[in-house]
């Protein structure tokens, strides 16, 4: 079992920058490449974001690419979005999530556990 909790969204305006965190409870972080998605008023989740257990590897939506840098510190059991140049449509509630590494070396972002959520609101 894994838990995850994000922190650091808030309000910011447009070209302006966040930090979003999430820490894992459990000695099985490092286990688990993980990822981010978001999910905006009236729209479905949607990946952002995601890296490999040792964070040698990192992939991003097309939106966000440029953007977004994700992390993370093993040692810490933590990872981390970078959110630069923010827009008003990154607007949304922004999750972390364990993956299931089977599914990642097939290039499919199943989820195994979900934080509960943090938001991002991006004025114009």
């Known amino acids: 079992q894994v838990q995850l909790v994000e922190s650091g969204g808030g309000l910011v305006q447009a070209g302006g920058s966040l930090r979003l965190s999430c820490a894992a409870s459990?000695?099985?972080?490092?286990?688990?490449?993980m990822g981010w998605f978001r999910q905006a008023p009236r729209k479905e989740r949607e990946f952002v974001a995601a890296i490999s257990w040792s964070g040698d590897m990192t992939y991003y939506s097309d939106s966000v690419k440029g953007r977004f840098t994700t992390s993370r510190d093993n040692a810490k059991n933590t990872v981390f979005l970078h959110m630069n140049s923010l827009k008003p449509e990154d607007t949304a509630v922004y999750y972390c999530?364990?993956?299931?590494?089977?599914?990642?070396?097939?290039?499919?972002?199943?989820?195994?556990?979900w934080g509960q959520g943090t938001q991002v609101t991006v004025s114009s």
């Open positions: 459990g000695r099985t972080f490092s286990s688990y490449p």
């Open positions: 999530a364990a993956l299931d590494g089977s599914s990642w070396v097939k290039g499919v972002y199943d989820v195994h556990y």
